[in-house]
């Protein structure tokens, strides 16, 4: 399985009508770079605002998950979304005329198929995938909704659905990989109880709704008035209920067709997190409320556990600079030198180290009897090590000296203590220009995070 992202060779566009406000809808899918993820873009508006398909702009799941930002809406967009996901593709532009995808015929079966055509190909980056190593879940206390994501080899999904009626009794579905998809989980449609059917025409909703895409259990007794109401609304003569409970006119694809539905929500509503999951997801009872609460759930551990990776490096290796080295580049020297080892160095990034010992002049005062590394010179550590970054960019940098500018969102998680190895990481935030250098850092101790901030700082000729 290739591990490099994914995006469509060619734009394809579809059309139909929206289930909640029966207009014509026009959506096309585009191609779109590396690192985009899904994003939705407003044709209909000015400016075309672009709304990214992610957990946190849920804005409510009523009728279906609803996104929204800077107060433009895209509605029930699961489906769609998890034709892309379950295809592998990792970077697509949706425009769409409406704020609400075509329904088609309520699965994602036509989405899979226009997506297919597209072409689907590599890009040159490669894919991130969030790798499940220990159970995380949410429970909805007021539904008993639950959502459980567990270690496996690859992405899987079982949801169990159980909604308390006669004519939909307990469902259960599941794929073993994604690529299971395409026959066993797109073509499964959108469903509805007879009930709520009837509070959607009362609130002059559901006007894209047909009884050819989604599948309606009569749970209680129709009355005249329904039937007259039903009649109207689908645009039929005569409405009457199949023996398994299930108004005419369609047939179902699997008698499990319900439970397979439920499954396919929970990929497009998980869609959002953003990242690949290599896990299995067993979704009890799942809804878009529990689904789209779980997503906003991951999100945040994955993007919390992003920011705390801790780089690894082999110690034992023959570092990419060792302390004279350093010394050749940094004008610091003992005992404010405050790394003594870089690890790596690109043209955008730097890694180094320090060993702390008690030995450090500090430790003296800081404190007498309970020895703490001050949370200044850890942020001067970070900074030196930024400072080999931008100083490397110059042919003479012994002829140069480093000046703070500025520091941003500092912040310290651990203390630093005698015997440490501190892992110092620093990234770009912007190219290096006139000789400033903005950079994002982190320090690192005992496979934990323990500082991080935003530094600027400036390197200026020797007077």
Same mark, same amino acid.
């Given at each position: +399985? ?23 809808? $026009? ?11 899904? #994003? ?12 990214? #398909? ?29 034709? =892309? ?28 198929? #226009?997506? *297919? ?9 490669? /894919? ?14 007021? $539904?008993?909704? *639950? ?6 080899? *690859? ?32 073509? =499964? /449609? ?8 009837? +509070? ?58 319900? #439970? /397979? ?55 034992? *290796? ?62 001067? =550590? ?73 530094? +600027? ?7």
């Amino acid at each position: +399985m290739s591990t490099n992202q994914k995006t469509i060779q060619n734009e394809i566009s579809l059309s139909g009508v929206g289930l909640h406000t029966g207009k014509k809808v $026009t959506m096309t899918f585009k191609p779109a770079p590396i690192n985009n993820g899904y #994003a939705f873009v407003r044709v209909d508006l000015e400016g075309k605002p672009i709304i990214q #398909a992610q957990a946190c702009n849920v804005v409510n799941t009523q009728r279906g998950t609803n996104l929204e930002k800077n107060g433009v809406q895209i509605n029930t967009c699961e489906h769609v979304l998890a034709a =892309a996901y379950a295809l592998g593709i990792d970077n697509l532009n949706i425009e769409i005329d409406s704020p609400e995808p075509p329904i088609m015929d309520g699965s994602s079966k036509f989405f899979v198929e #226009a997506l *297919e055509k597209a072409l689907i190909e590599e890009q040159d980056a490669a /894919r991130e995938e969030y790798i499940v190593k220990e159970i995380i879940s949410y429970k909805d206390a007021e $539904t008993g909704s *639950e959502i459980i994501l567990m270690p496996a080899d *690859e992405y899987q999904v079982t949801a169990i659905v159980d909604f308390g009626t006669k004519v939909l009794g307990t469902q259960n579905a599941a794929i073993n990989s994604l690529s299971d998809f395409k026959d066993e989980i797109a073509a =499964a /449609r959108t469903f509805s109880f007879l009930h709520e059917i009837e +509070m959607l025409i009362d609130n002059d909703l559901i006007k894209g709704g047909d009884l050819n895409n989604a599948i309606v259990y009569v749970d209680k007794e129709i009355s005249e008035e329904t039937t007259e109401k039903l009649k109207k609304v689908f645009n039929r003569k005569e409405i009457s209920v199949t023996p398994n409970g299930i108004l005419d006119n369609l047939t179902l694809h699997w008698t499990n067709e319900a #439970a /397979r539905h439920k499954l396919l929500d929970v990929i497009g509503d998980l869609a959002l997190v953003g990242t690949r999951i290599r896990g299995k997801i067993i979704a009890n009872k799942p809804g878009h409320k529990v689904n789209t609460a779980f997503a906003k759930k991951l999100s945040k551990i994955i993007k919390t556990e992003k920011r705390n990776k801790v780089p690894y490096f082999d110690l034992n *290796e023959t570092p990419l600079m060792d302390i004279h080295k350093i010394m050749d580049i940094l004008p610091h020297r003992p005992p404010f030198l405050l790394i003594d080892r870089i690890l790596e160095l690109t043209d955008k990034s730097v890694v180094g180290m320090k060993n702390v010992t008690m030995n450090e002049g500090f430790f003296v005062g800081h404190f007498p009897e309970a020895p703490v590394m001050p949370g200044v010179l850890q942020v001067e =550590a970070m900074a030196q090590c930024g400072g080999v970054l931008v100083l490397s960019t110059v042919p003479d940098p012994e002829n140069y000296l480093t000046y703070f500018m500025k520091m941003d969102n500092v912040k310290f998680k651990q203390k630093v203590l005698p015997g440490d190895t501190l892992i110092f990481s620093c990234e770009l935030i912007t190219p290096i220009r006139r000789g400033i250098c903005h950079m994002q850092a982190y320090a690192y101790a005992n496979n934990k995070l323990v500082a991080e901030a935003q530094l +600027m700082a400036q390197i200026a000729k020797k007077q």
